[in-house]
């Protein structure tokens, strides 16, 4: 609870004994004092709610974020992992294909 929220709420109650101890003197400047603090309470309490609001969604977002770059970043190394073994699967085709070329061509030749 940060402290907009716990001052929020003890404005409030301040505000309503206020409010009530100008109601029972007949004191309305002190009553409607108490009620100016009611509401400024209740302001400063929303507030801090939508602090925590705000940051639940940051965490929230933060989070989604770390998995979603991880997960960017294992599919980048899956994919360049792959890519790797083809070319290195390409590389041995050729370099089989072209020794094979050459060994019957050396057969042809020799005879």
Known sequence: MNTEKVE?????VA????????EAVGNQKLAN???????????????????????VASDDARAHTDVGTED???RAEDTAHNTREKIAATAQHVKDSVNEKLDNFK????S
């Open 15 to 22: 505000g309503k004994i206020k409010q009530s101890v100008g």
């Open 72 to 74: 960017y970043k294992e």
């Open 8 to 12: 929020g709420k003890f404005d409030q």
């Open 33 to 55: 004092s108490g009620v100016a603090d009611q509401v400024k309470g209740a302001a400063k309490e929303t507030w801090g709610n939508a602090k925590d609001a705000a940051a």
């Open 107 to 110: 057969r042809e030749h020799r």
